[in-house]
């Protein structure tokens, strides 16, 4: 069903942007691997559109590798809120990022 968007947005991005290695530890949302080379991560946010996300597998990985802040970038708020269902993301704040005073490290879970 989306796969004539995941060619459109391959073939399209493929050539406004470069894609760089990561600087930092880079998780794919599919499978909770590190990508890190350039061809890793284009070849993840193409072929995410057709296959299944597995957004809390990955952020489980990130805590595991011991980060302990996430920032938000966009609009909305279901990431930030989706950390307090998850136990193990409790340890870790999030910050959004068009928020400049939730950069006080807001709890990813209030009691």
């Given at each position: ?8 947005f391959?073939a ?8 760089r ?21 284009r ?8 296959r ?9 990985r990130?805590?595991d ?11 909305g708020?279901f990431?930030?809120k ?7 993301a409790?340890?870790a704040?999030?910050?959004r ?14 009691s």
């Amino acid at each position: 069903m989306l796969a004539p968007a995941e060619e459109r947005f391959a073939a399209e991005w493929g050539q406004r942007d470069r894609v760089r290695v990561p600087r930092v530890p880079l998780i794919c949302n599919m499978d909770s691997t590190p990508l890190a080379t350039a061809e890793a991560v284009r070849d993840a946010l193409i072929t995410q559109y057709t296959r299944t996300v597995h957004w809390a597998r990955g952020i489980e990985r990130l805590l595991d590798l011991g980060t302990t802040r996430f920032v938000v970038v966009g609009p909305g708020h279901f990431i930030g809120k989706s950390f307090r269902f998850m136990t193990t993301a409790r340890r870790a704040s999030v910050v959004r990022f068009d928020q400049a005073s939730s950069f006080a490290a807001e709890p990813a879970v209030r009691s």
